[in-house]
């Protein structure tokens, strides 16, 4: 469905000396999703991220490289191809003006939807969403859950193939976000094609089919979450030493055990997850 081929974005900057180059934001990525895949990019802040999804959504024209969509270039289709992409952003952008059903309205019209499909279309997102209660309310009115989800409606509204959502849950409190996931799944299981990035990587491991992990402009990693743990050690040893939390990785939990038992304070075994994917891949603990 989507193919990044060799993609490089750079932009001049100046070094510490003060002389003006060249610094790569999105370094020789590649990958593919496939139909009906959640596929995540996970990173720190400043690993290309954002650079990457511009490119895909057509914001930003790439230094080089060659983004294809079911095989064929998007630099030469760009208009059909934005009628097949929804985008998700993470700040709320929408008007708080307007009303719930006004802004629903108002993006089917930039789509040029007849009234009879504007119609249809904002009842099935509504609906889609949980928000048909609230669709005469104004959007001030609505919680932070809400809002989501009304995001999450709005990019639906032309029915695209494609999605890219951008961190979907921030600042929502698990309860609300574990009902965003299940919206996600659904749009999965229709056969969409589903494109996260999240600073929640609970939320990747949760949700995505394949994650690709980048780090200053390069991916370093990309595979399922199980496997990508399984890289590391099916099972973690973490103990305390003096001034930090150590962690070591084996595959056989007897050998962890064995382990462990040598060591004194406290230490506790447990399963490999994907925050210990990423602390050793790109040495950081936190993707903000």
Request: hydrophobic share 40%; net charge positive; proline share 3%.
């Amino acid at each position: 469905m989507i193919e990044a081929i060799n993609l490089k974005k750079t932009f001049r900057h100046r070094d510490a000396k003060g002389k003006a180059t060249d610094k790569a934001a999105v370094d020789g990525v590649s990958f593919a999703v496939a139909a009906g895949e959640i596929f995540g990019l996970l990173g720190p802040n400043g690993a290309g991220k954002t650079t990457a999804v511009r490119m895909l959504t057509m914001q930003t024209r790439p230094t080089s490289g060659e983004i294809l969509y079911d095989g064929k270039p998007a630099a030469h289709n760009k208009q059909n191809l934005k009628q097949k992409i929804g985008v998700v952003p993470q700040h709320i952008n929408f008007d708080q003006d307007l009303t719930v059903g006004e802004n629903l309205e108002l993006h089917a019209r930039l789509y040029h939807l007849s009234k009879e499909e504007r119609k249809a279309r904002i009842a099935e997102a509504l609906d889609y969403a949980e928000l048909a209660d609230a669709v005469n309310d104004n959007t001030r009115q609505l919680s932070g859950g809400m809002k989501r989800r009304l995001l999450i409606a709005r990019a639906l509204i032309h029915r695209p193939r494609v999605l890219f959502l951008d961190e979907p849950t921030v600042a929502l409190d698990p309860q609300v976000r574990r009902r965003i996931w299940e919206l996600i799944r659904q749009m999965a299981k229709g056969g969409g094609t589903i494109f996260l990035t999240t600073h929640y990587i609970e939320e990747a491991e949760n949700l995505c089919n394949r994650v690709a992990i980048m780090n200053k402009g390069k991916i370093v990693a990309m595979d399922t979450p199980a496997a990508l743990c399984g890289r590391l050690g099916r099972f973690t040893v973490e103990w305390d030493k003096e001034d930090e939390r150590a962690y070591r990785f084996f595959d056989d939990k007897k050998n962890a055990a064995d382990f462990a038992a040598a060591l004194a304070g406290n230490v506790r075994i447990r399963r490999t997850n994907l925050e210990d994917v990423f602390i050793e891949l790109t040495g950081r603990k936190s993707l903000l």
